[in-house]
């Protein structure tokens, strides 16, 4: 199945490197127009660079998700340049693991800050131009943590089910307004955030994983770039999982 798009303007947070880069890429590689946005110049601008060298249309943004003053002004920036952005993918997350009795406050609120508040911050943004076009798609990347839960990710775990609260939510919100709002639930994908597990804890989870292997950045994007196009028109309010099986 080719998948339509047209003349459609995206904003890809956590694009400068894994699973948002390969977003970036890949609705690059469909003709749509991508704002990659990262914490650091360098990360989104080499992913940007990127995708004008082979052919695709791309401009660079560093910018803090946490910070909703940062992210407002950003918008309205990237509103007056572009008039609209039809496609919102809050991709950028971290993680600061510990088990409960051990976890700062400062790591807690880190995690909740960037990984849902932005959500917040980005939506609140950019979402009342794509009701008033009358179309739009918003694609929060969540987690199977956010499903499941997960030992010594309390602080992530919540962010990570809260978006999709958010999400769901959001979908009743916009819908009327052809705005659909999806979620996306990896599983362990092979990125920057996964490359610290330790051996013997690979050796523990990938039992756990039908497939018997971690999955790749194309894989979440596949997914992402399909909820993006055109041929997705009637899917709101759901969360998909790309985990090889884990959250069955
Ligand atoms: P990476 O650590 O590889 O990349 C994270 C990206 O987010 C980077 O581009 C980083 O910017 C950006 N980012 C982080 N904090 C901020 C911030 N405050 N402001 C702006 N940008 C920020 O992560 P992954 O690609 O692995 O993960 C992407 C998403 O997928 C995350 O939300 C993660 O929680 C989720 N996920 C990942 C899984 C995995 O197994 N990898 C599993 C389940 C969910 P910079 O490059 O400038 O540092």
Request: negative net charge; aromatic residues 6%; charged residues 20%.
């Given at each position: 199945?080719?998948?339509?798009?047209?003349?459609?303007?995206?904003?890809?947070?956590?694009?400068?490197?894994?699973?948002?880069?390969?977003?970036?890429?890949?609705?690059?590689?469909?003709g749509?127009?991508?704002?990659?946005?990262?914490?650091?110049?360098?990360?989104?601008?080499?992913?940007?660079?990127?995708?004008?060298?082979?052919?695709?249309?791309?401009?660079?943004?560093?910018?803090?998700?946490?910070?909703?003053?940062?992210?407002?002004?950003?918008?309205?920036?990237?509103?007056?340049?572009?008039?609209?952005?039809?496609?919102?993918?809050?991709?950028?997350?971290?993680?600061?693991?510990?088990?409960?009795?051990?976890?700062?406050?400062?790591?807690?609120?880190?995690?909740?800050?960037?990984?849902?508040?932005?959500?917040?911050?980005?939506?609140?943004?950019?979402?009342?131009?794509?009701?008033?076009?009358?179309?739009?798609?918003?694609?929060?990347?969540?987690?199977?943590?956010?499903?499941?839960?997960?030992?010594?990710?309390?602080?992530?775990?919540a962010?990570?089910?809260?978006?999709?609260?958010?999400?769901?939510?959001?979908?009743?919100?916009?819908?009327?307004?052809?705005?659909?709002?999806n979620?996306?639930?990896?599983?362990?994908?092979?990125?920057?955030?996964?490359?610290?597990?330790?051996?013997?804890?690979?050796?523990?989870?990938?039992?756990?994983?039908?497939?018997?292997?971690?999955?790749?950045?194309e894989?979440?994007?596949?997914?992402v770039?399909?909820?993006?196009?055109?041929?997705?028109?009637?899917?709101?309010?759901?969360?998909?999982?790309?985990?090889?099986?884990?959250?069955?």
């Amino acid at each position: 199945m080719s998948l339509t798009f047209e003349d459609k303007v995206a904003l890809v947070t956590g694009a400068g490197r894994g699973i948002g880069r390969a977003i970036a890429e890949s609705l690059a590689k469909e003709g749509v127009t991508v704002i990659c946005v990262s914490r650091s110049e360098s990360s989104c601008g080499s992913a940007a660079d990127a995708i004008n060298a082979s052919g695709g249309k791309a401009i660079a943004k560093a910018v803090d998700v946490s910070d909703g003053a940062a992210v407002a002004s950003c918008c309205e920036e990237l509103l007056e340049a572009h008039q609209n952005i039809d496609i919102l993918v809050n991709n950028a997350g971290i993680t600061k693991d510990n088990l409960l009795f051990r976890m700062s406050e400062e790591d807690w609120t880190d995690v909740i800050n960037t990984n849902l508040n932005s959500c917040f911050f980005w939506v609140k943004g950019l979402a009342r131009p794509m009701t008033r076009k009358r179309w739009g798609r918003i694609i929060n990347i969540t987690s199977v943590s956010g499903i499941m839960g997960n030992a010594g990710q309390t602080n992530y775990a919540a962010a990570k089910a809260g978006m999709i609260g958010f999400t769901k939510s959001l979908a009743k919100e916009l819908a009327s307004r052809n705005v659909t709002a999806n979620a996306v639930a990896p599983g362990f994908i092979e990125t920057d955030m996964t490359a610290d597990i330790a051996d013997a804890a690979m050796d523990k989870i990938l039992p756990m994983i039908p497939l018997k292997r971690m999955g790749k950045s194309e894989d979440i994007a596949n997914m992402v770039t399909y909820l993006a196009s055109e041929e997705a028109n009637y899917i709101t309010g759901q969360v998909f999982t790309v985990d090889g099986g884990m959250a069955m």
